[in-house]
């Protein structure tokens, strides 16, 4: 029962999950801090940019991803977008769930996305504060590579599709605050300032 409430919880959100976890102990919240000041924050321009394709397969892009994946773990997001630590190329890391696979795709196409759409909230390490109802297709077919060049095909829906969508965003400078109405960006923005207000005193 336990593991169905958590599961809800982290469905909600977008490559953040639950920001102040009750259950945190000052070890790991001490190294989530450490890993967000890794991750570039709202009003940074490279959050605005488009990414550009990756070309080598290499040693270097190897590295990028793993370390794209330490900072997302050591963060406690489910998602994480190279753009989002200012390396502007199209690769994106994810792991949705406990038992989830680490995924790491490399200049992601959406090939195909449902008719079905679904609203649900979604946060962003990007993003302090916020959370935000984000309507999205609930099913996409992605391809991409892996960080070694092999070609994937992923087909994927609920929380794993929301997560890879709002990533793939992010490769093209387009934030959660780019996909709701204005009356809502408005409430978000200054929920926003607050919280970059209250990190800067
Ligand atoms: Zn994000």
Not at 65 to 91: E, K, N, P, Y
Not at 119 to 134: F, I, K, R
Not at 160 to 173: S, Y
Request: net charge negative; glycine share 8%.
């Amino acid at each position: 029962m336990a593991e169905e409430v958590e599961e809800h919880v982290e469905e909600q959100f977008g490559d953040e999950v639950e920001p102040e976890r009750p259950a945190l102990d000052p070890e790991t919240a001490a190294r989530r801090a450490a890993a967000l000041t890794q991750v570039r924050q709202f009003g940074d321009p490279v959050l605005k940019a488009k990414a550009v394709p990756v070309e080598r397969f290499d040693d270097q892009l190897r590295a990028e991803v793993a370390r794209m994946a330490g900072i997302m773990g050591d963060a406690i997001g489910v998602g994480l977008a190279a753009t989002q630590l200012g390396v502007m190329h199209r690769v994106l890391v994810y792991k949705v769930g406990e038992d989830g696979l680490l995924a790491a795709l490399v200049n992601p196409e959406l090939e195909w996305a449902g008719d079905d759409l679904e609203e649900a909230e979604e946060g962003c390490l990007s993003l302090p504060g916020v959370h935000v109802d984000v309507e999205r297709p609930v099913r996409v077919r992605v391809r991409a590579r892996d960080e070694h060049g092999d070609k994937l095909v992923i087909e994927a829906s609920g929380l794993e599709a929301r997560v890879i969508q709002h990533e793939m965003d992010h490769l093209d400078g387009v934030l959660i605050l780019d996909r709701i109405p204005r009356s809502a960006r408005k409430e978000a923005m200054r929920e926003l300032r607050e919280m970059l207000d209250a990190r800067a005193a």
